[in-house]
């Protein structure tokens, strides 16, 4: 069975740091897209960064300089690390495989809280 | 304000037909396929339409994906208690260099 499952969140006060973790299975990791998405108590979805199977990486304009994307294939992980979180990045972080069939599946979301 | 515009709601009686639009641009819906994600209550998305009109294996041929120009929508027949969920589209964007979804529409069965 295929499943991804976030890990990581929490609360972090504004401006500190926080690494999330996704650890796939049921599939060969190395092949696919990784990406996160976030979603906001009562909001929409917002792609947030995507991480190609050849490493090249892309990111939401708002968060560009303030988080990293990576990959460790022999791990079958993805990572997403956070730093200079602001209210705004309040919101459930989701992991998500990327094929030309969509993003699919997806975890169950990790919370991340931005307060002080 | 999301890239792409879905009307924030939508709603329709047991057995009907219901349409969602979702409207982009020339870099995204206009030169890109169209997927459309569906999030019942509590849940994580789940893909329910790629590359504009596919179905993956399981989701019911009631559900049905178009794409005109920079415009797309996702039909619903036979409409069911258990599709009451919000509805979600999603397209690359080309200008932005990243992945754009609507703003979703809540489906309400009455």
């Known amino acids: 069975e295929v499943q991804l499952v976030e890990s990581g969140g929490g609360l972090v006060q504004p401006g500190g740091s926080l690494r999330l973790s996704c650890a796939a299975s049921?599939?060969?990791?190395?092949?696919?897209?990784m990406h996160w998405v976030r979603q906001g108590t009562g909001k929409g979805l917002e792609w947030v960064s995507g991480i190609s199977s050849a490493g090249d990486t892309f990111y939401l304009g708002s968060v560009k300089g303030r988080f990293t994307i990576s990959r460790e294939n022999a791990k079958n992980s993805l990572y997403l690390q956070m730093n200079s979180l602001r209210a705004g990045d309040t919101a459930v972080y989701y992991c998500a495989r990327g094929a030309a069939t969509g993003f699919d599946p997806w975890g169950q979301g990790t919370l991340v809280t931005v307060s002080s | 304000q999301s890239v792409l515009t879905q009307p924030p709601s939508a709603s329709g009686t047991p057995g009907q037909r219901v349409t969602i639009s979702c409207s982009g641009s020339s870099s995204n819906i206009g030169s890109n396929s169209v997927y459309w994600y569906q999030q019942l209550p509590g849940t994580a998305p789940k893909l329910l339409i790629y590359?504009?009109?596919q179905r993956p294996s399981g989701v019911p041929d009631r559900f049905s994906g178009s794409r005109s120009g920079t415009s797309a929508s996702l039909a619903i027949s036979g409409l069911r208690s258990e599709d009451e969920a919000d509805y979600y589209c999603?397209?690359?964007?080309?200008?932005?260099?990243?992945?754009?979804f609507g703003g979703g529409t809540k489906l309400s069965v009455l």
């Open positions: 590359s504009n009109n």
């Open positions: 999603a397209a690359w964007d080309d200008s932005l260099r990243g992945w754009v």
């Open positions: 049921g599939f060969t990791f190395s092949n696919y897209d």
